[in-house]
């Protein structure tokens, strides 16, 4: 099967999520996020790759037919 996730090293300095550290922990994913180029897509100001090419194959599909 293979790795999807981040590799464990870019997450392991993050500390889980508990009512004391909110601050932190969003800055700490958002920082992640951000080095992956997921942070738009997360705010939905960008489509995710797959269905960014889903849209293009659409796209050109429905160009072709005409």
Do not use: C
């Not at 922990?25 to 997360?42: D, M």
Request: aromatic share 6%; no cysteine; charged share 25%.
């Amino acid at each position: 099967m293979a790795n999807v996730g981040p590799p464990v090293g870019e997450v392991r300095h993050i500390a889980k999520l508990n009512l004391l550290n909110w601050g932190s922990w969003r800055y700490g994913i958002s920082i992640l996020l951000e080095r992956n180029k997921l942070f738009r897509v997360t705010l939905r100001q960008e489509l995710k790759p797959a269905e960014e090419n889903r849209s293009v194959v659409m796209t050109q599909k429905s160009t072709e037919d005409s």
